[in-house]
């Protein structure tokens, strides 16, 4: 079946960086793209960018422009995200999704999430 | 971009109709027919159960219909059971290389 397994939880200090992984399986990786997006405690969820996994093209959203990074090794079906100069307002779950649908613009299968944990 | 203006939270009790609306602007929801809905239980990943403004993937009840009139698209659930308990958020494109903006988010309770 499809499925999005994610990397573990992570402790970070201010202005460090975070590398999330996302291992897609049960369809070809190629086909379809890969959303992240993040919830912080309390908080909704927000929308962060989109990879395509056959090309390596990205789009990330206005709030993480500079900041954010997606890459994809399409070797191991696996996406990444990198998030830098993390700040405490950083700290929250992030979530891959692959991208679905007209214009792969919606999240039809999520992963479990990955609880990024910013703090001194 | 800002977050779609959804109400903080509804309430109805079983067997009973909610609606929850999703505000935006002529660059988002009003201006394109990709919206999505998501429910979403504490502590699990979100789930898909509207795309394209008012279609159902096959696996979601037709308790769940929605609609979009201008800058606001709306769920509702018909039919209210325990199990929707939720929070509940739209998604809309937006263009410009934003794939996604979602709401703010809605608390389902059932009474």
């Known amino acids: 079946q499809v499925q999005l397994v994610q990397s573990g939880a992570e402790v970070k200090k201010p202005g460090a960086s975070v590398k999330v992984s996302c291992k897609a399986s049960g369809y070809i990786f190629t086909n379809y793209c890969m959303h992240w997006v993040r919830q912080a405690p309390g908080q909704g969820l927000e929308w962060m960018g989109i990879i395509y996994p056959s090309s390596g093209d990205t789009s990330y959203a206005q709030n993480f422009q500079g900041r954010v990074s997606m890459t994809r090794d399409t070797s191991t079906n696996t996406v990444y995200m990198d998030l830098s100069s993390l700040r405490s307002e950083d700290t929250a779950v992030y979530f891959c999704?692959?991208?679905w649908g007209s214009g792969f613009y919606y999240m039809d299968v999520w992963g479990k999430g990955t609880t990024v944990t910013v703090s001194s | 971009q800002s977050a779609l203006t959804q109400p903080r939270s509804v309430s109805g009790s079983p067997g009973q109709s909610v609606t929850i609306s999703c505000t935006g602007t002529s660059s988002d929801v009003g201006g394109y027919n990709y919206v999505s809905w998501y429910q979403h239980l504490p502590g699990q990943d979100p789930k898909l159960i509207i795309y394209?403004?008012?279609k159902r993937p096959s696996r979601v009840p037709d308790r769940f219909s929605a609609s979009k009139s201008g800058n606001t698209a709306s769920l509702t659930i018909s039919g209210l059971q325990a199990e929707d308990e939720a929070d509940y958020y739209c998604c809309s494109y937006a263009g410009g290389g934003t794939y996604g903006v979602f709401g703010t988010g809605t608390q389902v309770t059932v009474l």
């Open positions: 394209d403004v008012n």
């Open positions: 999704a692959r991208g």
